[in-house]
């Protein structure tokens, strides 16, 4: 059984650009979520898609968006980058929502915005 | 609010010893579940190991056991006979309906396995 597949693995854009972040979940599982992690704020919620709807969303600024497919597949958009958006983003899979439920973590993609 | 609180910034063990890494929580919730991840220098965080806050037993996979303490809102993960690959930095989390279901990580804890 594949595990999560997020796309790229790293990434350098230019302050003001826009990037697409790819996440593939477990085969089976409609919950991905998404953190960001950096050294100064450690690891932080951004959004949680289920079945194609956003069921939460972490205290992000609206440069920060997210989708689902049909499919499960996530992505994640980050607007007019600055460079405090540098960081590891990492995607997390799970059969379903609730506090008992276990998440699995892609291999994240590290942006770097210069 | 939720708050996980791992005290230990750094650890060293030895190869083939037992190693303890503290997690202390603060949750309102009456059901949450909490988790332990594994962060090699690579990046990629690996699912260790989860409790239920309904569980009795502590839980155990492998060489990983959570000593679980309700009263006491701890839940330190339990690394017996260490090996060198079990270097990296270990984070505790807990999800409840508090966080509408997201994971609060704590800060973490860098274990350094030494031969």
């Known amino acids: 059984k594949a595990g999560v597949t997020q796309t790229p693995r790293y990434l350098i854009k230019t302050r003001g650009q826009q990037v697409t972040l790819s996440c593939s979940p477990i085969s089976g599982h409609r919950s991905v979520s998404w953190y960001q992690q950096t050294p100064g704020q450690g690891l932080q919620f951004l959004f949680e898609y289920f079945s194609e709807t956003q069921r939460n969303k972490g205290n992000f600024p609206g440069r920060f968006s997210g989708r689902q497919f049909s499919n499960s597949r996530s992505e994640m958009n980050v607007s007019t980058l600055e460079l405090g958006d540098s960081a590891l983003y990492l995607c997390?899979?799970?059969?379903?929502?609730?506090?008992?439920?276990?998440?699995?973590f892609g291999q994240g993609t590290r942006l770097t915005v210069v | 609010a939720q708050k996980i609180t791992q005290t230990q910034p750094g650890m060293f063990v030895q190869e083939k010893e037992a190693v303890t890494l503290d997690c202390t929580y603060d949750t309102s919730d009456q059901s949450y579940g909490l988790f332990w991840y594994k962060q090699p220098s690579s990046g990629e965080m690996i699912f260790l190991i989860y409790?239920?806050?309904?569980?009795?037993q502590n839980a155990t996979e492998g060489r990983y056991s959570l000593n679980f303490q309700k009263a006491r809102k701890s839940a330190n993960l339990v690394i017996s006979a260490s090996q060198l690959g079990d270097s990296a930095m270990y984070f505790c989390a807990m999800r409840g309906s508090n966080s509408g279901y997201a994971l609060n990580f704590g800060k973490g804890t860098s274990l350094l396995v030494t031969p």
């Open positions: 997390a899979s799970s059969s379903g929502l609730g506090a008992t439920t276990e998440a699995f």
């Open positions: 409790q239920g806050s309904y569980d009795e």
